[in-house]
């Protein structure tokens, strides 16, 4: 009985939670780039400014549309709502002066002092005081809360104020920001530069914490699960062996290459000389067996149609022997019935089943049942002949 332990190793490469590329909007001509390639940055630091010469007029013409908007409500709601109503008190009076004139002429025509072309003429003109007075009402209940100039200037102060805030959007979109807490990893820009909306210029990896990323073949999918424990080595570190965790397999395969996405989770804190992107070898137990019967694969024979089997040397002969593995690993096999531990099992060539075999340390080998690998029971290996 020996501990038997399966691997599986692979390469994988660091990376980030999230990536993101800073583009700007806008086309226009680099003035300054305020970052390096590495620098750590915060949320809301400068990290791109592109000149803005135009923007900043843009802005100052809309800005003055509004003031003028905002005035001529302001106009219409004290002064032009006074002047309405003053406009209203006088037609009115006028209007009643003009009834009273034609009152008057009503009475001097009846008696005969004055024509009827008289009455005639002071009839028009208390209609045109009539007229006079209707229209100064419009123009005071235009003057209103809810009146048609003040809806419409109300209208015009809302389209000055989305213009102005337009064109400030637009001047905002001159300065290139971090989005969050963040490393730059590349720079694709440099001072006078002209950039076009959708470029990348600025290529970040957000705080957080790193992960390994690696593409398996998905013949080993069945050997992954969260959770399972690695060793992990950079070549330019060989010395600093550290751990991680698979923390994900992804659930889909990738068709063109037959790879299956594994992530890793990595200590915190992980180690300082981890690098976006380096290269890193990972070992990953896979299975793990505390105490097993095991032997050597080179030992094992048969077919998939008929089942395993081993060749043991049993009383001077070869005998074939069927046997049912568990754990498997590159250079041994856990076999869960068919043996017993101490029995000698022939590796490679060898006499056919029911030929004799000795050993006199000339010809195959054998390994005792048991032994963890060939090379790991030595002791137990003899040379063996048909005769």
């Avoid at 583009?23 to 780039?33: C, F, I, P």
């Avoid at 210029?201 to 399972?228: I, N, T």
């Amino acid at each position: 009985m020996a501990p038997l332990v399966r691997t599986l190793q692979f390469s994988a490469r660091v990376a980030t939670q999230s990536r993101v590329e800073v583009g700007g909007t806008l086309t226009g001509r680099v003035l300054e780039v305020a970052v390096a390639e590495g620098a750590m940055v915060k949320q809301g630091d400068v990290l791109v400014r592109l000149e803005s010469a135009e923007l900043k007029a843009a802005v100052a013409q809309a800005q003055a549309a509004e003031a003028q908007a905002v005035a001529r409500l302001a106009g219409l709601r004290s002064t032009g709502r006074s002047a309405a109503q003053a406009g209203v008190a006088q037609a009115a009076s006028v209007l009643v002066a003009a009834q009273a004139e034609l009152q008057r002429t009503l009475d001097l025509v009846d008696k005969g002092f004055l024509s009827e072309a008289r009455l005639d003429e002071v009839r028009r003109v208390v209609a045109v005081a009539q007229a006079q007075l209707d229209g100064a009402r419009a123009q005071s209940a235009a003057n209103a809360d809810s009146g048609t100039d003040v809806v419409q200037a109300q209208a015009q102060l809302a389209l000055a104020s989305a213009s102005r805030a337009a064109a400030e959007a637009r001047l905002g979109e001159t300065v290139l920001t971090a989005p969050a807490d963040a490393r730059v990893l590349s720079r694709m820009v440099e001072p006078g530069q002209i950039v076009q909306p959708g470029r990348a210029l600025l290529g970040l990896a957000l705080a957080g914490p790193l992960q390994l990323v690696a593409q398996v073949d998905e013949r080993y999918l069945e050997q992954l699960q969260p959770g399972q424990v690695a060793s992990v080595l950079a070549d330019a570190y060989p010395t600093q062996r550290f751990s991680a965790r698979v923390l994900s397999i992804a659930p889909l395969v990738d068709a063109q290459r037959g790879a299956i996405e594994v992530k890793l989770s990595l200590p915190q804190p992980a180690p300082d000389f981890l690098r976006e992107d380096m290269t890193l070898s990972v070992e990953v137990e896979t299975a793990r067996r505390e105490q097993a019967l095991v032997v050597p694969t080179e030992a094992l024979r048969g077919e998939e149609s008929t089942g395993p089997s081993v060749w043991l040397a049993r009383d001077g002969r070869v005998e074939a022997r069927k046997v049912r593995l568990g754990l498997r690993t590159l250079d041994a096999a856990e076999v869960l019935d068919g043996l017993s531990a101490g029995e000698l099992v022939l590796i490679g060539p060898a006499p056919q089943p029911g030929q004799r075999v000795r050993t006199d340390g000339r010809v195959q080998a054998m390994a005792r049942v048991g032994s963890r690998t060939k090379e790991d029971a030595g002791a137990a290996l003899s040379n063996a002949m048909g005769r």
